[in-house]
T-cell receptor, first 115, second 115 residues
Framework: AQSVAQPEDQVNVAEGNPLTVKCTYSVSGNPYLFWYVQYPNRGLQFLLKYITGDNLVKGSYGFEAEFNKSQTSFHLKKPSALVSDSALYFCAVRDGGNAGNMLTFGGGTRLMVKP | DAGVTQSPTHLIKTRGQQVTLRCSPKSGHDTVSWYQQALGQGPQFIFQYYEEEERQRGNFPDRFSGHQFPNYSSELNVNALLLGDSALYLC??????????????FGNGTRLTVT
């Protein structure tokens, strides 16, 4: 079985400050990890993924994420937050050892960036 | 280049009724997955269709069924609706059923309300 935990329901940050949204995962095989963002009344938009290689992956809109195998974490980061980054963020995992691309999502973290 | 399109955007049904939701995948994609997102939660995998067959299924009862057509579009059918089926239903498409290089692209979803 695979699972994802996002320990914070909400993260508040001031515009211009760095932000971190936390994610830990559990999977039996090699983890394929993803971050998606959801704006109100919209579907999920892909931000970035980790499959293999460098532990620091860069994605859309200036976001990046750091894969840490020993801590089974994949935290989302951005050096300088924008008010427009305010949205719901989901971490997801897929077991790379299994066929099919079923994703297991965390419960989501609401990011609030204040001017 | 059209993205994933879903119809209808909103739907209200009564307990016990049946509903059909529709999805057209992103151009060039041949695999469709369906997810259920209850209010305040992350999406949960329902099933995946590829080559007009159900390839993977999540932990959902048989009341949930689907179909994929030769043009890769898909339908999700839910019979004997329960109040707990009220949710945002998301369709996601990808190229191939297991390619890690093809992240899921999501539609904006169908909001189903069961009264």
């Amino acid at each position: 079985a695979q699972s994802v935990a996002q320990p914070e329901d909400q993260v508040n940050v001031a515009e211009g400050n760095p932000l971190t949204v936390k994610c830990t995962y559990s999977v039996s095989g090699n983890p394929y990890l993803f971050w998606y963002v959801q704006y109100p009344n919209r579907g999920l938009q892909f931000l970035l993924k980790y499959i293999t290689g460098d532990n620091l992956v860069k994605g859309s809109y200036g976001f990046e994420a750091e894969f840490n195998k020993s801590q089974t974490s994949f935290h989302l980061k951005k050096p300088s937050a924008l008010v427009s980054d305010s949205a719901l963020y989901f971490c997801a995992v897929r077991d790379g050892g299994n066929a099919g691309n079923m994703l297991t999502f965390g419960g989501g973290t609401r990011l609030m960036v204040k001017p | 280049d059209a993205g994933v399109t879903q119809s209808p955007t909103h739907l209200i049904k009564t307990r016990g009724q049946q509903v059909t939701l529709r999805c057209s995948p992103k151009s060039g994609h041949d695999t469709v997955s369906w997810y259920q997102q209850a209010l305040g939660q992350g999406p949960q995998f329902i099933f995946q269709y590829y080559e007009e067959e159900e390839r993977q299924r999540g932990n959902f009862p048989d009341r949930f069924s689907g179909h994929q057509f030769p043009n890769y579009s898909s339908e999700l059918n839910v019979n004997a609706l329960l109040l707990g089926d009220s949710a945002l239903y998301l369709c996601a498409s990808s190229l191939g059923p297991s390619s890690y290089n093809s992240p899921l692209h999501f539609g904006n979803g169908t909001r189903l309300t069961v009264t």
